[in-house]
């Protein structure tokens, strides 16, 4: 078995280099995580190479071989999808909105968008095309979440885990996204998602309940008639890696070096892509803040800036560099005297052991984002720190605050507080720093890259295992057609239908869920059958059944059996004479829920009342309920007549006792030697078939548990069943 890692990126990227075409490691947190995975052996990694335009075919054949020996396989992407799918789609739209930078959203993409969805198709392609039965594949971040659905249609049984690096923003942000559906869709065809921290997760499951009408869960969410797995997976770093080089003697000595030029000076770093999340202007200005305050500290601070330039083509990543580069001149200007300068600015990529040195050389690390999913330039900080000194100081909107909470914290939208963060964090007393320090080496050198990959790998082997896949596998469909076509041969033939959610889809309003006219053709059609007696076996209250069937030769049972006509030329009799006084006690509470609860209603029946939600913010459903429950625990010690339940968005509180089992049993009496045909879609159909002879044909609606001997996966398929039983010659 092997893994198939698969990300935009490639770890190593095609340069220009005065007039060559060389191969670079690639930037970022994604290529450095992943690459300690793909070091392992066992793996594929599809990917983008960089741009292959100014190559020969000869020259790209060679470029392939070489990929093909690193076991990494090339998507290669013609410049406009380039600009289209990862310039405008992915950097333009959803790193932005990810980020909370909703004014840098382009919300006019939808070229982009189609280019987007074209590119994940191609990287679906190719991933199935590298991937044999028992591999996993396991996807990376935003660029690419459609491809575990598109994946999932090539491959129906392949296992497969997605990834986020980047935050999953609050629901009521993704949905300002046009294609938000879509994008939600494509990570659900995945059998575990991850992300870096619990909120993030939580926000995805969020999004899926309001976009999807999902039911929210802590850890799984039921779609397509599989069991989708999400959770908080926050990735390391290779902290051994660091530590082994922050002892390097070699490093040592360019850490000496540093320290010497700084001459004295207290060494503050940052160090980030030059990307407009990393708040690095906001960061400058809070120096300048702090030498304006203290102007004892101008010659005591020596403030290095790492600014890799990064996705240069993007338009507002060249006014970001533009800003960045006109505050450092400012504040130099400012501050600085004819031999020294407060900010170095480089504007470069730079290698491990330089990058070792500088942390090594930082008394202070200055990471600053407005928001980043992980920032594994924290974690490499602290890992490098192996005489457990120096300080971090660290924006509470990187998912590394969730984590390394020993570090000192700032809102980087604070400019004064950052300041004063930075003052303290440069007079922090060695005993604080180490205790601080300790505390977060301990935590990194633990949860590293390793501890990351293993967790969400076996993560996904459990939930892609076929026990954990499915609810319980479908009997192939031509069977029941088979059985429901022998139905047929039965003397007599009893059919028990329930309506919402089985003959009709859900609608908004209970009420819109009005029967259309080619239902009331097939129930006609089918009670004119010689020998066939049709039952709708509903929770609806009377008078909706008999306004919508009452001119139809079928049997009406509404409230879950509480009123039945048995046939066209019945009354509406009761099947009960309980005494219904907790009504009143009962609508007062529902009443107050409803008071407080926007998108909720009462539903009154004869011996039922029905809080319906479908309209209600997911949490808040699950929170008044919950609250309801209570306080209905306590009233029923006293009414042992009246029972709860849960339906498709509906909690009812109806009289103990009535249930479709009383119909079902009846009929099944009735009419001994009658074959039976059931179809329902929720609980109270469990009843039905519960009460019915073990020879009768049940059918259940959907996913979920059921004790019913067949499933169909939704209304369309039920009308075409009856569909099938209708056209049947007798
Ligand atoms: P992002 O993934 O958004 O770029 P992270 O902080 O998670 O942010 O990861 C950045 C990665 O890139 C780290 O591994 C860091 O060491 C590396 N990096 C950042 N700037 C430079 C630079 N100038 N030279 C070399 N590596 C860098
Ligand atoms: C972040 C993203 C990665 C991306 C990296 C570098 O870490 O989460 O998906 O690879 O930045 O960005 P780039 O656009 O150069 O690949």
Known sequence: MSTILVSNRLPVTLHADQGDVVLKPSAGGLATALGSVHARGDTKWVGWPGDVARLTATERDALDRRLQDARL?????????????????SNGVLWPLCHYLLDKVNLEATRDWVAYRRVNERFADAVAKVTKPGDEVWVHDYQLALVPQLLRLRQPEAKIGFFLHIPFPSAEV????????????????????????????????????????????????????RAVRFGAYPIGIDASAFEGLARDENVRADVA???????????????????????IPRRLMAIGKLLDREPGLRDKLHFIQLAMPTREKVDSYADYRRTVNELVGRINGTYGTPTSVPIHLLHRMIG???????????????VTPLRDGMNLVA????????????????????????????????????????????????????????????????????????HWARSFLEHLEAASSPMSRRSPAPPPSVTL????????????????????????????????????ESLIQTLMALSARPGTQVHLVSGRDRNSLERWFGAVPVGLHAEHGYWSRESIEAPWLSNSDADLGWKDAVRRMLDDVVARTEGSFVEEKTAALGLHYR???????????DELKARLHGFMKEHGDVEMLEGAKVFEVRLRGINKGIIASRLAQAHPHAAVL????????????????????????????????????????VRALLDTLRSTPR
Request: charged residues 25%.
């Open 73 to 89: 396989v090339p998507v290669h992407l013609t410049p406009s999808e380039v600009q289209r799918y990862y310039d405008g789609f």
């Open 257 to 279: 070096r540093i320290r010497a030029s700084a001459a004295g000076k207290r060494i503050v770093l940052g160090l980030d892509r030059l990307d407009y999340t990393k708040g």
């Open 174 to 225: 993704f949905r300002i996204l046009p294609w938000r559906e879509d994008l939600v869709r494509g990570l659900l065809g995945a059998d575990l998602v991850g992300f870096h921290t619990a909120a993030y997760a939580f926000h995805f499951a969020y999004a899926a309940a309001q976009l999807l009408g999902i039911e929210p869960a802590f850890d799984v969410l039921k779609h397509d008639e």
């Open 615 to 625: 309209a209600t913010e997911p949490q808040l459903a699950v929170r008044r309920l």
């Open 352 to 366: 491990p052991k330089e990058l070792a040195a500088l942390y090594g050389a930082a008394d202070v690390m200055l």
């Open 678 to 717: 059931a179809i329902g879609d929720d609980r109270t159909d469990e009843d039905m078939f519960a009460a019915l002879p073990e020879r009768a044909v049940t059918v259940h609606v959907g996913s979920g548990p059921t004790r019913a001997h067949y499933r169909v996966g939704n209304v369309v398929e």
């Open 379 to 450: 974690k490499e900080y602290v890992a490098s720190r192996v005489d457990d000194d120096g300080v971090l100081v660290l924006s509470e909107f990187a998912g590394a605050a969730t984590e390394l909470q020993e570090a000192v914290r700032v809102n980087p939208y604070d400019i004064d507080g950052v300041a004063a963060a930075l003052a303290r964090a440069m007079r922090m007393p060695p005993d604080e720093q180490r205790l601080r320090m300790q505390a977060l080496r301990k935590r990194v050198s633990a949860h590293d890259v390793g």
């Open 481 to 516: 057609t088979r059985r429901v076509e022998e139905l047929d041969s039965a003397p007599e033939l009893v059919l028990l239908l329930d309506y919402d959610g089985t003959l009709v889809p859900f609608a908004s309003m209970p009420d819109l869920a009005i029967p259309d």
